[in-house]
Every structure is written in C-alpha cells, then in structure tokens.
C-alpha cells in the first residue's frame, strides 16, 4: 500500500538525503493503516515537486513522545549532532498536543528510502 504525508522543507531534507530514517508521527488513524513494506511519499509542502518514496521497515510505537525519545535514537529521528544535546519530546508540541498523544500514542516510522 502507498501512503501519501507531507514535510516542512527541513525534515522533508532531512529524509531526502537519507540523514533522518525514523519519522515521528500521532498514531492516529490515518498511521494505524500503515503496515511493514508500504511504501510513503514524502512531499515538500514548500514545493511539491519534490517527493521522495520511501519503505516502511519498522513501526515503534510508544504512548507518547517522551517514552519515544528515551527509546529511538534521536538522530535517526532528525536532529543532528549539534542540537541533539537540547532535544526534548516537548518539541513535539508544536504539532500533536499532550492530549492528542494521550488520545492515540505515537509512532517512530523506521523508513528506508526506495
């Protein structure tokens, strides 16, 4: 099955040069559906142009983002060498709130780009 997300350019880059191969999301309804072997196109929302195809190798889900920052590697995850040291789940507030996260869980998309 082939799932369609959009990125921010930076994480969208991130995933396209292979640096970032774990993708954090909700796990809501849309990535219940998601399932080891579908394959995701990653979009750049600033210009959607650029996609990248990528295969789903692993699902870690967790009951929200501070169990999953204290399990996944982090720069798998995104953040690099230099600002790793200040990482915190709270960043993922910017875009799922604690309640939604208690709501669904989260989910690390483990990703290998096609």
């Known amino acids: 099955m082939r799932h369609e997300m959009t990125l921010f350019p ?3 880059a991130s995933i396209a040069s292979g640096q970032k191969t774990i993708e954090l999301r909700l796990y809501d309804e849309k990535r219940q559906s998601i399932h080891i072997g579908d394959h995701i196109r990653f979009t750049n ?3 959607a142009s650029q996609t990248t195809l990528c295969e789903v190798i692993q699902l870690h889900v967790f009951k929200d ?3 999953l920052y204290e399990k996944l590697p982090l720069l798998q995850c995104g953040y690099t060498p230099h600002d790793v040291e200040n990482a915190h789940p709270d960043d993922m507030l910017t875009y799922y709130s604690k ?3 208690a709501q669904y869980g989260v989910v690390g ?3 290998k780009r096609i």
């Open 45 to 47: 929302t600033e210009d």
């Open 99 to 101: 309640e939604k996260q």
């Open 65 to 67: 983002f501070r169990e």
């Open 10 to 12: 930076k994480p969208y």
């Open 109 to 111: 998309i483990e990703l």
